[in-house]
T-cell receptor, first 114, second 112 residues
Framework: DSGVTQTPKHLITATGQRVTLRCSPR?????VYWYQQSLDQGLQFLIQ???????AKGNILERFSAQQFPDLHSELNLSSLELGDSALYFC?????????????FGPGTRLTVT | GESVGLHLPTLSVQEGDNSIINCAYSNSASDYFIWYKQESGKGPQFIIDIRSNMDKRQGQRVTVLLNKTVKHLSLQIAATQPGDSAVYFC???????????FGKGTRLHILP
């Protein structure tokens, strides 16, 4: 158990819909990262937050957005869902993401868009 | 695709033997490298990291080698065990505030 929690574990929704994935980092970790893992694209970095502010951006679509709240939990919002958005979404956290890059991954949320 | 890649998608190793998983990267500006292990149904798990000012780093049963001349990274697992069966990803980080780029992954299969 990494100490990172993600909810829900599974999510099935239809095209065009909007969903919110939630992540709680390990206690004391300030940095949160979101990743998408699909069979054809592998593990893709989406976005990183540090202490409530966006720190780095990866291959995140405009239909996707994220935020980190004062209690350090984070949410990833996916809107206008397409079939190709079906994937595993992982959240990871690290102490600060500045000089310490050791990331701890949550169990993931499996999103299926039908 | 991204610059981080893996030479072999699947590696089969006899239990007890040493495993070597290879990774190539293309950006000489990358200054930090990480190996992750992902078991079936779980999130990736940090194994070991290495900074670009080092060429070798050892952990428990694992060693990471970095050859900056040929932009090559390898993960050596000593005395491979059934619990080592997983997909292994290398990842690179380019600069302090830059994104981490993962390779496609190599599946390690342990033969009895």
């Amino acid at each position: 158990d990494s100490g990172v929690t993600q909810t829900p574990k599974h999510l099935i929704t239809a095209t065009g819909q909007r969903v919110t994935l939630r992540c709680s980092p390990r206690s004391g970790d300030l940095s949160v990262y979101w990743y998408q893992q699909s069979l054809d694209q592998g593990l893709q970095f989406l976005i990183q937050y540090y202490n409530g502010e966006e720190r780095a951006k990866g291959n995140i679509l405009e239909r996707f957005s994220a935020q980190q709240f004062p209690d350090l939990h984070s949410e990833l919002n996916l809107s206008s869902l397409e079939l190709g958005d079906s994937a595993l979404y992982f959240c990871a956290s690290s102490v600060d993401g500045l000089d310490d890059y050791e990331q701890y991954f949550g169990p993931g949320t499996r999103l299926t868009v039908t | 695709g991204e610059s981080v890649g893996l030479h072999l998608p699947t590696l089969s190793v006899q239990e007890g033997d040493n495993s070597i998983i290879n990774c190539a990267y293309s950006n000489s500006a990358s200054d930090y490298f990480i190996w992750y292990k992902q078991e079936s149904g779980k999130g990736p798990q940090f194994i070991i990291d290495i900074r670009s000012n080092m060429d070798k780093r050892q952990g428990q049963r694992v060693t990471v080698l970095l050859n900056k001349t040929v932009k090559h990274l390898s993960l050596q697992i000593a005395a491979t065990q059934p619990g080592d069966s997983a997909v292994y990803f290398c990842a690179e980080l380019r600069g302090r505030d830059d994104k981490i780029i993962f390779g496609k992954g190599t599946r390690l299969h342990i033969l009895p």
